[in-house]
């Protein structure tokens, strides 16, 4: 069982910048896949970025080149660093593990959330 927990969410005027923490417990940290999905009020749940064990990434075209995903295996923790935020990212932002690619039904485990505003 692996439990997540997101912190790092604000409100930040565009063109800022703002890290999201996922914390997350459980002796397998390492071996998963670890990713961050958003959800916008009336808008599905999308997805951010994710990355493997081994540390590869990948990303939706729409934050390529702004955001960049990261872990720490040691902290058990995995990050997301968005740059340049505009307010289209406006969002809940969700910490998911245990999964692959680009679609929320492969993820098994999620955090609670937490919110980001960008204000214009």
């Known amino acids: 069982q692996v439990q997540l927990v997101e912190s790092g969410g604000g409100l930040v005027q565009a063109g800022g910048s703002l890290r999201l923490s996922c914390a997350a417990s459980?002796?397998?940290?390492?071996?998963?896949?670890m990713a961050w999905f958003r959800q916008a009020p009336g808008k599905e749940r999308e997805f951010v970025a994710a990355?493997?064990?081994?540390?590869?990434?990948l990303y939706a075209e729409s934050v390529k080149g702004r955001f960049i995903v990261s872990r720490d295996t040691a902290k058990m923790t995995v990050y997301l660093q968005m740059l340049s935020l505009i307010p289209e990212d406006t969002a809940v932002y969700y910490c998911?593990?245990?999964?692959?690619?680009?679609?929320?039904?492969?993820?098994?485990?999620w955090g609670q959330g937490t919110q980001i505003t960008v204000s214009s």
């Open positions: 998911a593990a245990g999964g692959w690619g680009t679609s929320r039904r492969n993820w098994n485990y």
């Open positions: 459980g002796r397998t940290f390492g071996t998963y896949a």
């Open positions: 990355i493997s064990g081994s540390a590869g990434t």
